[in-house]
């Protein structure tokens, strides 16, 4: 199966390491992974600040980008989203709005891609660990992707899993949302903070490097001790 991997700014430019492992663990489960080089932001800052013109010159170099993709697969339900975006925002330009449709039908995010394309569960994983999980909103809200995640979570060997209390609330990130409304969001990363340790976990898990990054860069300002991992690198390790 020839799966092609859009790694989204995050993670190429903070968190190259969540991409490698999410190579690894499609390639060890058959897949034949390749990256095309051309690919850049998927747009979506300037489409949710309202810049649709803009955004779409930014999506059809993506989509032409991955024309020949049998399927696309990223480590961001965010940026997966903004995929299936796409069909929206060409609305009124058929041609375009087709080519964007056959995109969306083969993008997925990775451990939906895993569960339900690979059929995969279990991959092996071994992490001695108390964690907690956090749903970010794109991916459960939008996507719809909710039991992926933790049906791949609950066969890793060693993990405790606590729920996380008020999981469903936003960490405050939402992209240029943290930039613009910075004590609204200050506020929303703290009160999820004190809910991340309620749970007493020392690793905070999720699967969006740009929530990750927001909750952990406040918790590392705050002195917290908690560790903060991208879902792949919990399924890529062997304890």
């Known amino acids: 199966m020839k799966v092609s991997l859009f790694i989204t700014c995050l993670a190429d430019v903070f968190y190259p390491g969540v991409g490698q492992d999410v190579v690894d663990i499609l390639e060890r489960h058959g897949c034949e992974v390749d990256f095309p080089e051309k690919q850049t932001c998927c747009g979506q800052p300037a489409y949710n600040s309202g810049y649709h013109k803009d955004t779409k010159?930014?999506?059809?170099?993506?989509?032409?980008?991955?024309?020949?993709?049998?399927?696309?697969?990223?480590?961001?339900?965010?940026?997966?989203?903004?995929?299936?975006?796409?069909?929206?925002?060409?609305?009124?330009?058929?041609?375009w709005q087709e080519k964007a449709q056959r995109l969306a039908e083969r993008t997925y995010e990775f451990t939906q891609f895993l569960v339900d394309v690979l059929k995969v569960e279990d991959v092996g994983a071994v992490f001695p660990a108390k964690a907690t999980y956090h749903t970010s909103c794109h991916m459960t809200r939008l996507l719809g992707v909710k039991e992926p995640p933790m049906k791949l979570l609950k066969n890793v060997k060693g993990l405790?899993?606590?729920?996380?209390?008020?999981?469903?609330?936003?960490?405050?990130?939402?992209?240029?949302?943290?930039?613009?409304?910075?004590?609204?969001?200050?506020?929303?990363?703290?009160?999820?903070?004190?809910?991340?340790?309620?749970?007493?976990?020392?690793?905070?898990?999720?699967?969006?490097?740009?929530c990750l990054m927001n909750i952990g860069g406040r918790m590392t300002r705050q002195g917290k001790p908690i560790k903060v991992m991208h879902i792949a690198q919990v399924l890529n390790s062997k304890g």
């Open 57 to 95: 010159d930014v999506a059809k170099h993506m989509i032409t980008t991955f024309a020949d993709a049998d399927y696309v697969v990223s480590p961001s339900g965010s940026c997966t989203m903004m995929f299936h975006e796409y069909v929206h925002l060409f609305a009124h330009e058929p041609e």
């Open 160 to 210: 405790d899993l606590a729920e996380l209390p008020n999981k469903e609330i936003c960490c405050g990130f939402g992209g240029t949302f943290s930039v613009k409304m910075v004590p609204i969001s200050e506020q929303m990363v703290n009160e999820k903070i004190e809910h991340i340790e309620e749970t007493e976990a020392d690793v905070l898990i999720g699967a969006d490097c740009s």
